[in-house]
Structure formats: C-alpha cells, structure tokens
C-alpha cells in the first residue's frame, strides 16, 4: 500500500521508524508534526516558495535600478503544477466595495425616510444581523445587551425622520457582527 500522510497509523509507522532511526544516531527534536511535515512535503514547499519570492524581489529590484523593464503592478501569480508559470496580475479596486474604497459608500434617502428605512437598506444591501450606527457627535442605533441604556434611545430613532438625526452628506459609522471592520457610510438625500 502506498504511504498516506493523511492516516494516522501511517503516520504513526513512520514516527516509529524515525523515532528509532533518533535513538540509534543521537538526533534530537523528533516528533509527529514534523514527521507529517515531512510526509507532506511542508518543508520543500517553503523553502521553493521561498525561492520563488526572493527570485521576484530580485528580479524587480533589477527591474528598477536599469529602467529595462515595467515592474510589477501589485499581484504577481506563480503556478508550478506541471511546469512553471508566473503572471502579472492588476488587481482594481472596485469603488462601489465597502472594504476596498477604502472610503465610504454612498446612501440615498428620501429626506423625509425614518431611521428605520435606513437599517432596513443597509440590511438588505450588506446583509447585516443587528447594526449599530453613530455619528461623529451621537450613537444614534445600538441595540446591545452590554450597554443597555441605549436601548430605549435607538428604538425611539427608529421612527423618527431621518434628517433630525444625520445631516446631509455626513458620515456614518455602521458597525455588524458580519463586518470585518467598521463601514463608513455617507447619506445624501434626494429631496
């Protein structure tokens, strides 16, 4: 049969074996995960990926110092399966991304919309589960068991227009569970 390094008692064999090979030449340090290590051939992919990033460093370094050639724009693709491929790749940042702009993403509202339009848009738009929104100078939604105070606060915004509580084109901090980070969102009104 051949060897598996994904079953337990190959693996174990081959610690064994290893563990014994130890003992008779005075190696220290051996274990199963380097023995699955080994197995699954970690240790060569790092050190050939290794390679492979200091080859393009180089390359690129040289790139720069003698003007020969376009440096790499921001993605460089290597693939070595059967044979070796390197590619450029551009990746663009898609200014309607809540995460790669960078900035903020636009809401329109209806001046006269409440709260809870609101919520309900960004929701539906970035699948959130329960949102909270601030401003620069208020916590205008947060329902959390941790700051109980602000309960009755936020559920009292949810009906109330949307204008008394974000001026036009000011930013909004939106906060989910769902969000890797914090989303900036900035509301302008149609009328």
């Not at 008779?24 to 699955?36: A, H, M, N, P, W």
Request: net charge negative; charged share 25%; with cysteine.
């Amino acid at each position: 049969a051949a060897l598996d390094a994904d079953d337990p008692s190959h693996v174990e064999w081959v610690l064994n074996k290893a563990l014994a090979r130890a003992e008779k030449y005075g190696i220290k340090g051996v274990d199963r995960r380097l023995t699955q290590g080994v197995l699954k051939r970690i240790i060569p992919a790092v050190a050939s990926t290794n390679a492979v990033i200091a080859a393009s460093c180089a390359l690129e370094a040289v790139k720069l110092a003698t003007n020969t050639a376009k440096p790499i724009d921001n993605y460089l693709n290597f693939t070595d399966i059967e044979g070796v491929y390197c590619g450029v790749v551009q990746m663009e940042r898609d200014p309607e991304c809540a995460t790669c702009s960078g900035g903020y993403v636009q809401v329109q509202c209806d001046s006269d919309d409440t709260l809870q339009v609101l919520i309900d848009k960004l929701v539906d738009k970035f699948q959130l589960k329960n949102p909270s929104l601030e401003t620069a100078t208020d916590k205008i939604y947060m329902i959390n068991e941790l700051i109980p105070e602000l309960r009755e606060k936020s559920v009292l915004n949810l009906e109330r227009p949307l204008r008394e509580l974000v001026s036009a084109d000011e930013d909004v901090l939106v906060a989910d569970e769902v969000l890797s980070k914090s989303l900036s969102i900035r509301v302008t009104y149609t009328r």
